[in-house]
C-alpha cells in the first residue's frame, strides 16, 4: 500500500455537509460525482496533501444508507492507494483477508476500488483503490 488515499464519511444531506465542511476546511470541494453502481453521490476535499470523501446514498438499498441506519453518520471508510489492486487484492486473499467484490469495480474520482470486510479488520472498512490513469 502506497499511502492513505482518502477518508469515506457518510452523510445525510450532501448538500448541507459540503456547506459544513466547507467553512471547516476554508473552500469548497474540488469534485461532484454520482456513482450511480454504488448508490451514491460524493464530493472530496483536498485538505493539505489528504482527501476527504463525502457519501450521500441515492436509494434506501445502498451501503449507504444502510450504514446511516445502524450507526447514523460519520466516519464510513479509509481508502489506501495501491500501485496494482489485483495484486493487492490476490496478496489480501492470500492472507486471510476477506473482498467484498472478485473483481474490481470503478469508483468515484476515476479509480478502481475493492473493498475488504470489516470483520477481518477490526470493524474498520478498507477500501484499496488504484487510480485508472495507472492502467
Known amino acids: 500500500m502506497l499511502k492513505i488515499e482518502h477518508i469515506g464519511i457518510a452523510v445525510k444531506n450532501i448538500g448541507q455537509s459540503n456547506d459544513l465542511f466547507s467553512k471547516l476546511f476554508g473552500k469548497a470541494p474540488y469534485k461532484l460525482e454520482k456513482v450511480e453502481s454504488e448508490g451514491v453521490s460524493t464530493s472530496f ?22 450504514f446511516i441506519d445502524k450507526k447514523g453518520e460519520g466516519i464510513h471508510h479509509i481508502a489506501f492507494e495501491v500501485e496494482d489492486i489485483l495484486l493487492e487484492m490476490k496478496r489480501l486473499q492470500a492472507e486471510g483477508f476477506v473482498l467484498l467484490s472478485e473483481q474490481p469495480k470503478k469508483g468515484a474520482d476515476n479509480k478502481l476500488i475493492c473493498f475488504l470486510h470489516p470483520k477481518g479488520t477490526n470493524g474498520v472498512l478498507i477500501e484499496l483503490c488504484q487510480d485508472m490513469k495507472a492502467l
Open 45 to 66: 476535499f483536498m485538505v493539505g496533501e489528504n482527501k476527504i470523501e463525502l457519501l450521500e446514498a441515492t436509494n434506501p438499498e445502498s451501503p449507504i444508507a444502510k
